[in-house]
């Protein structure tokens, strides 16, 4: 079965600091990721996407990026944390279909959270 | 952004009781989801329905897809004390395997009252 990893798991860090999360997927090849983030009571914003290795989306402009060195590894990084960089951010991952001419959108499955304290 | 208005924010109800939430957007997606997140962790895929006018069931979960491709609902029949958490509805655009990400309602807060 497929399992999705994050860590750390919680962040403290203070503002200017640079910042490195990482989430794993096991258990199927090619997958697309994501991270969101979620604000403190609100649903969940996408940051950023990816279909394959070096392939990256970016949703919204901010103060953070994100890469895919490898194909079920998804790192969000930043080099100068601001104080409104801090939630709880989530990383899912989809399968890709077989066939993208018939098949359809495949469930995003979410891993457990890093929950990153900006002081 | 585009943002999907789901209601209600929160539901106060009594062990046993139904519950219903819905979401509502003013465009079209061609899939929706419901997820229901616990504190500390991320939310965990409870229905996926993929076609205008779906009605699925998970055990006590019922969700349908509105004909229009604009809206969705979720019931709860016989509510028990581990339905609580937060309830989001999410939408996606695109069909035939896209990956573009979901857009998320801001959640139903389902507090159940012994």
């Known amino acids: 079965s497929q399992t999705i990893h994050q860590w750390p798991a919680t962040l403290v860090q203070p503002v200017g600091s640079p910042l490195s999360l990482e989430c794993t997927v096991e258990g199927t090849s090619n997958p697309n990721l994501y991270w969101y983030r979620q604000a403190a009571g609100r649903g969940l914003q996408l940051l950023f996407y990816?279909?394959?290795?070096?392939?990256i989306s970016s949703e919204v402009p901010q103060n953070l990026s994100a890469s895919r060195p490898q194909d079920r590894q998804f790192i969000l990084s930043s080099k100068k944390l601001l104080l409104s960089d801090s939630g709880f951010y989530l990383c899912?991952?989809?399968?890709?279909?077989?066939?993208?001419?018939?098949?359809?959108?495949?469930?995003?499955?979410f891993g457990d959270g890093t929950r990153l304290s900006i002081l | 952004g585009q943002q999907l208005n789901q209601s209600p924010q929160s539901m106060f109800i009594q062990e046993g009781e139904d519950v219903s939430m819905n979401c509502t957007s003013s465009?079209?997606?061609?899939?929706w989801l419901w997820y229901k997140q616990e504190p500390g962790e991320g939310p965990v895929l409870l229905i996926a329905?993929?076609?205008?006018?779906e009605l699925t069931s998970n055990g006590r979960l019922t969700a349908q897809f509105g004909i229009t491709r604009k809206d969705s609902f979720l019931n709860i029949s016989a509510s028990i004390p581990s339905d609580v958490g937060i309830y989001f509805c999410?939408?996606?655009?695109?069909?035939?395997?896209?990956?573009?990400?979901?857009?998320f309602g801001k959640g139903t807060h389902l507090i159940i009252q012994p």
């Open positions: 999410a939408g996606q655009r695109s069909s035939g395997g896209g990956a573009d990400g979901l857009t």
């Open positions: 990816s279909v394959g290795i070096g392939q």
């Open positions: 329905l993929y076609k205008a006018g």
């Open positions: 899912a991952w989809s399968a890709r279909p077989w066939d993208s001419r018939t098949a359809s959108n495949q469930p995003q499955h």
């Open positions: 465009s079209i997606f061609n899939t």
